[in-house]
Structure formats: C-alpha cells, structure tokens
C-alpha cells in the first residue's frame, strides 16, 4: 500500500514537471547505481584488509589480487610482505571510501537540489491553479488555507528528498546482498533476513501512529495560521474592541496543542537506529555460531566475517535511511494528501481555457437574458436580465442592497459565469463566454484592494511586469483628480504598505479610478466607486466621469440617485431582476416618489 502510494505520488509530482526538470533524474538514476557499485566494492575492501590482518598470505590467493599480479608480476614480490601488502590494502580502502563519499555527496546535493526543484515547480503551478479558479471559487474558500497548503510545498521537497534517499538505500542493499550471497548465501541470509524482519517491525508499529500524530498537527497548524491571518488584517478592529489577548490566546491553544506531537514526530526517525544497531550486531554473532556449526575452516570463517562485518557496517546504516524515509514519507503523508486534494492542473491545461478575445466594438454591448445562481443557493442572483450598453453611453444601475447589482457586475467583468444566456459585442454572440469582454473593461469596486508596493505600480496594475509610462501615469492621476501624490514622500513611488493601509478610504478610491483608466478602457465600470468619497472629491470625479463620456462607454452602479443623474439610460433592480428602466426624467422621479 505505502509502496504504491509513493509510486504514484512521485509520479504524478514528475509527471506534471517541465522536460528539462524531468532529464535530472537520469542524473540521479545514474549516480545512484555507482554509489551502490561502490558501496559493494568498500564492503570487499574492508574484507581483504580484514583478513589480511590476521593471515596476510591468504589475500595473495584471492582472484582479483591474483589478476593484479598477473598484469605487473614485479609486484608479487612487493606483495609478499605483509607490511607492504596491509599498506596496499589500505591504501586501497582509503582511496574506495574517499572515491564513494565524494560520489555520495554529490548524489545527495543533487537530490536534495532537484526535490526543491520539483517542489517550487509544484507550488507555483498550484499558485497559477489558483489564480485560473472561477471567482466564485474564491468566494467559497478560506485565503488563510489556501496560502498555507501552497506552503506545504516544503513538504513535497522533503518527500521527494525521502523517496531519494530510500531509493539510494534500496539499491546500495541490493548490491550488498548480492555481494554476500556470492560469497556466503546462509550466513547473508542470517543477516540481512533479521535485521530486514526487525526493520518491517519498526514500520508496522510505527507508521500508523505517525500518520495520526502528522494529520493532527496539520489540523492545528491550519487553525493557528488562519487566526494569525486574521490578526494581521484586522488589527484595526482588533485594538478597537479590545481584542489582542482573546486572539493570541486562541493562537496559543492551537500552537500548544502541536508541541508534543511535534516531539514524538522529531524523535521517530532517531529510533530505527538504535534498535537495528543492536539486532546488526546479533546478527553477526549468529552467524557466527552457524559457521562454527557447518565447520568452516579458519581461514574461510574469517573471511566471511570479516566481509559480514564490514556488510552489517554498511547495511545497518542502509537498514536506517530506509526506515528513518519511511518514518518521514509517513509524517509527510497527511501534508501531502492536503496538497494534492487541490487540483494541480498546470498552464498546458489552463491554456485550454482560453477564449478569443474582443479588440473593441463600435456599436452597444448586449447582455440577453442572463441568469445566475449562486452555488449552494435555492435562488436565482439574477433572473433573465437583458441590458443594452450603446457605445459612448452612461448606464446606470440602482437598487436596493442585494438586488443583483454587484453580481451583474461580476457577470459583465467575467468573474461570474452566467448559467444562461449570452452576450453580444455589435450583434456578434461571444459563443466561450463573457471572457472576452476582459480586454475593453476598466472596472472600479467598491472595495479596491492595493498590492504592497509604489503608488505608480498600483496605479500601473493593469500592465502589471511591463514598464511604467510615466506620462500617461500623471495624466490619469489628474483624471482621477488624485492630487495627494505630491504630498507623499517619493511621490508616486512612495510605498503605499499593506492593502495600501497609509491612504485613506477616499485616496485608495482615487487610486483604484486611476488604475482602471491606465488600462485605457471602452467600457468602464463604477461599481459604487464614489461612495467612499467626500463631496469636494465626489464632484471632481463626476467631472471626470462626464469628460469620459465622449470617449469611454460606461456604467455606474449606484445608491445616491444623484450620481445618476447624467447617465443616458437608468435600470433599477430588484431580487435579481430589472424592473423598470428608463430616461433619468423618466426613472429618478418615480424612485423617489
């Protein structure tokens, strides 16, 4: 089961990679296979200098010193002495090791290199998943969540970096039991069959308590994150309501709560190595007593020891790795299943999605009998709403609050996808949907939200990666009738902070008016863009508004009937559906009688 959870998870973290990052495994495969060649040929050098040790003329009977000398007989002689030959052979194990740990690190260095790569790669195209949900999507998830198992991403890198390391171990294993099989295949058998038995023991009464004690600090962590978030963005309400040690206290409760676990989970991979240190050298001892049992002879015996000697040398740390991987896959496994619940499809299939985009339109935008229901919801948000936008027209829209009118803007900025109907740009019926209006619409919400950065890249945001036309930056500040740059520190380029928390709620409105008129809009939309502001700056915007008529198409949602009053054509709202709608004359006294 765990087996065929690794596989698949492995491979559906490479399968969504790039080409280029999926060639590095060769480099992995093929370093992975000389480390364990070495490891073998370490463990027969440490043999012969054992046996060497104790009768050094027997080593001269060995094949491969045999070969030696058959290819430079001068050294027979050198051999002969035993000082020289345990030199030699010495020299031999030094250079074997220092060849092998050199490979080995830079065996791990790629792993672990090539995991991070994988890992960032995965996040960033979770990230890019994200960004590519429907709005309505959003609407329905928690921002706290979503960052933090974007995080988890740390924990792909420390799977893969585990999957690495037992893969190594396994191979290195192999290569060991085929050496001993080669020379002892029952005392091998002794070895590696105990401390495999007591390796499998450690799995079993392990695995299932550390997936419980990992699945419980993820929950707590979460819960923790989500208060800190909320903390940090709502710190106004929180000192106003004298909050600050009801939340930390919470906080504490949550982060308490994971400190033991995360103990028992730290100490778990430090436990398969005492117990196979001290079943490794049992194992040993009894193979002994089974040679002495099946009469080897002296010689033979020692050689076979000392090749099991320096075997159990090299496998009990294998036997470790291998567990201390498990160990860890396991306690990565509840952070994993997290991850990969989200759905990770990647910008090939993202592309899919893409529609033709319309350039501009000449004559009216129409909307024909759109419907939207909310997922969850019993009701319809709006019920077959048709609404004709002629070109250099102001629409308005007016209605009571929740009659629709937010989510008619969503219909027509594209964030909400319409269950029925369809719109027209100059009679042509976009047949992929609304997306197509993205690139005429400059949009203006009653909420903006400001990146953490300059006022001008704020403004800019539009053409977000492209470089800043200072001109046309000024000149939309001016439209916007957004003075206060001068007074900031570096001007335009003076940071604004988080959620542009050093403006006020009317200065934000200004820049969120700017930025939509950077993008040099047909059709602008006001979603109820001047209610944060004063009635000097409220004027000034209108005048704004009425100097883009010429120009710019637009539509303005509304609750101060005043602000419609220069508009072509009101439509007034309610529960979902357009009522009445009308010439200014027509509509405005009929609302307010």
């Known amino acids: 089961m765990l087996i065929r959870y690794i596989i698949f998870q492995v491979s559906a973290i490479i399968h969504a990679q790039p080409r280029q990052l999926k060639q590095g495994l060769w480099v992995i495969a093929l370093c992975t296979a000389l480390v364990g060649f070495m490891e073998l040929g370490v463990a027969g050098l440490v043999s012969l200098l054992g046996v060497g040790l104790t009768s050094p003329q027997s080593v001269l009977q060995f ?16 051999m002969r002495d035993p000082r020289k030959l345990l030199s030699f052979l010495l020299a031999c194990v030094a250079l074997g090791i220092c060849c092998k740990n050199l490979l080995q690190g830079f065996l791990v260095y790629w792993q672990n290199l090539y995991s991070q790569k994988l890992a960032t790669q995965t996040g960033i195209s979770l990230f890019q998943t994200y960004m590519h949900k429907p709005y309505v999507w959003h609407t329905q998830q928690n921002a706290a969540e979503l960052s933090a198992i974007i995080e988890l991403r740390i924990y792909i890198a420390n799977f893969l970096s585990s999957f690495f390391i037992l893969t190594t171990q396994i191979l290195i294993v192999c290569f060991l039991l085929a050496g001993g099989i080669v020379v002892s295949a029952s005392s091998t058998a002794i070895v590696f069959g105990m401390t495999g038995i007591a390796g499998i023991a450690i799995y079993k009464v392990s695995r299932k308590k550390i997936h419980a004690t990992a699945e419980y600090i993820i929950q707590e962590q979460m819960e923790a994150r989500k208060l800190i978030l909320a903390g940090c963005q709502g710190i106004a309400e929180i000192q106003v309501y004298g909050c600050e040690d009801a939340i930390s206290q919470r906080v504490r409760r949550h982060l308490h709560k994971t400190i033991k676990p995360l103990g028992k989970v730290s100490t778990a991979p430090m436990l398969p190595a005492w117990i196979l240190e001290s079943v490794g050298i049992m194992t040993v001892w009894i193979a002994l007593g089974w040679m002495s049992f099946a009469s080897y002879s002296l010689t033979r015996s020692t050689a076979i020891l000392t090749l099991l000697v320096a075997i159990a040398w090299r496998l009990l740390p294998c036997m470790n790795k291998c567990i201390t991987a498990i160990v860890t896959i396991q306690t990565t ?16 299939v993202l592309a899919k999605c893409k529609t033709e985009n319309a350039t501009s339109f000449t004559r009216n935008i129409r909307i024909q009998n759109i419907s939207f229901r909310y997922p969850e919801s019993v009701h319809d948000a709006l019920h077959d709403i048709t609404l004709d936008i002629p070109k250099g027209h102001m629409i308005g829209v007016i209605g009571s609050s929740g009659a629709g009118k937010s989510t008619l803007i969503g219909i027509l900025t594209n964030l909400l996808t319409p269950h029925s109907g369809h719109i027209q740009i100059d009679g042509i019926t976009l047949e992929n949907g609304l997306s197509g209006l993205r690139p005429l619409i400059g949009y203006v919400p009653q909420s903006p939200y400001l990146i953490d950065s300059t006022l001008a890249e704020n403004i800019a945001f539009s053409r977000l990666g492209e470089p800043i036309d200072e001109q046309k930056l000024l000149r939309v500040c001016n439209m916007a009738a957004l003075d206060f740059w001068e007074q900031l520190p570096q001007g335009v380029h003076t940071e604004l902070g988080e959620r542009g928390i050093k403006l006020s709620g009317g200065q934000i409105q200004r820049v969120a008016i700017a930025r939509a008129l950077y993008a040099e809009p047909q059709l602008l939309i006001f979603d109820e863009a001047t209610s944060a502001l004063d009635n000097v700056t409220e004027n000034a915007i209108q005048k704004t508004i009425l100097e883009l ?25 309610e529960n979902g559906r357009i009522v009445d709608f009308g010439s200014p004359k027509d509509i405005l006294p009929r609302m307010q009688g």
Not at 67 to 77: C, G, H, Q, R, V
Not at 549 to 573: F, G, K, P, Q, W
């Open 63 to 78: 094949a491969p010193i045999q070969a030696l000398l058959e290819i430079n007989p001068t050294w027979a002689e050198t």
């Open 549 to 573: 008529r010429e120009c710019t198409t637009m539509v303005i949602i509304a609750h101060r009937l005043s602000t419609l009053n220069r508009c072509d054509r009101i439509y007034r709202m």
């Open 333 to 348: 496994r509840p952070y994993l299943e997290k991850f990969f619940d989200e759905t990770i499809l990647g910008v090939d």
